[in-house]
């Protein structure tokens, strides 16, 4: 079965520093990945996914993730950080399915 | 483009007693998706739809839980009797098509409290 790992729960920037979010993955096959972000009181909302091709996905609001399968991971990525920014993300694997199956989330703060 | 649907927003009940959660996904979109997220973890699936089938509903606790999508579009979620333990955000998302590659499309859920 697939499974996601965050491995830190709480991560703290300072605005316009650059921010890497973790995600480790298990999955058999080629995996479907994605990245959700979730304000307070708020749905999640996709920022970006990886399905096929080139391994650098390009998302919303300045976010970038890139997918490593010797590595089984999916970090997501912003070179500077907007007060806005804070919220929870959670990254996901999907399957053919259409289940997914999401990590823990890692809260990320803002400091000005 | 309306989103997903939801209400209640917030839901408080004793333990027990019965609460419905009701969805409406955006238009057009035949998957719905139940999801229920507790407190500082990820949303977990409970049921997904296809039209009006239920297509899995393995991770949905049938003694307590029930959900239907009668004509395919709008849902409910059931809980009777609730448990403490399920206090967490009920989340429906739902989406265009079958495909594994298409987004699903989360509404902003509903907190059930249970006291």
């Known amino acids: 079965a697939q499974s996601v790992t965050q491995p830190d729960i709480h991560i703290t920037v300072s605005e316009g520093a650059s921010l890497e979010l973790r995600c480790n993955y298990s999955?058999?096959?080629?995996?479907?990945l994605f990245w959700y972000v979730q304000s307070p009181g708020q749905g999640l909302q996709l920022l970006l996914k990886y399905f096929s091709g080139d391994t650098l996905v390009q998302g919303i609001k300045g976010f970038e993730a890139e997918f490593k399968r010797s590595q089984s991971s999916f970090n997501l990525r912003k070179p500077s950080v907007h007060w806005s920014d804070a919220a929870e993300y959670f990254c996901?694997?999907?399957?053919?399915?259409?289940?997914?199956?999401f990590g823990a989330g890692t809260i990320l703060r803002v400091k000005s | 483009e309306a989103g997903v649907v939801q209400s209640p927003r917030y839901k408080i009940i004793e333990k027990k007693q019965p609460v419905a959660f009701w969805c409406n996904p955006i238009s057009g979109h035949n998957t719905l998706y139940w999801y229920r997220q507790n407190l500082g973890q990820g949303p977990e699936l409970l049921i997904r739809?296809?039209?009006?089938?239920?297509?899995?509903d393995s991770q949905l606790p049938k003694d307590r839980f029930s959900a239907e999508r009668l004509k395919g579009v709008d849902s409910t979620l059931k809980i009777q009797p609730a448990e403490l333990g399920d206090s967490a955000v009920y989340l429906c998302a739902s989406r265009g098509s079958g495909v594994p590659t298409d987004t699903q499309y989360f509404g902003p859920g509903t907190r059930l409290t249970v006291l």
């Open positions: 999955y058999g096959a080629t995996p479907y």
């Open positions: 739809y296809e039209n009006e089938e239920a297509v899995d």
């Open positions: 996901a694997v999907g399957d053919y399915g259409n289940k997914l199956v």
